[in-house]
């Protein structure tokens, strides 16, 4: 099982913790960290459609380390990312390979 993070966060009623991914939610950061498959791409997904139902005019940042994997689940990505009204900034960090690279490297549609 894997370690994740958590950040606590002082507020006027106290302290909040959330853990790392969530935290980064808030700020309309998703990361994906792993190989693209069905999993992976289902969690991403989630969390654009989650981000537009939030806020339609405020951009996302998507961050991208991974070694590639499935097609069909990379084009999940890829199609939400051009389906959603927010523009999405994608980064690579680290590396971004196969349907990495493709998440990565797409062109942002322009806003209506």
Known sequence: MALVPVVVEQTGRGERSYDIFSRLLKDRIIF??????????????AQLLFLEAE????DI?????SPGGSITSGMAIYDTMQYIKPDVSTICIGM??????????QEQKEKD
Do not use: E, R
């Open 32 to 45: 994906l960290g792993d190989q693209v498959n069905d999993a992976t791409a289902g969690l991403i997904v």
């Open 96 to 105: 971004a390979a196969s349907m990495g690279a493709f998440c990565w490297q």
């Open 55 to 58: 806020d339609p005019d405020k």
């Open 61 to 65: 940042h998507l961050y991208i380390n």
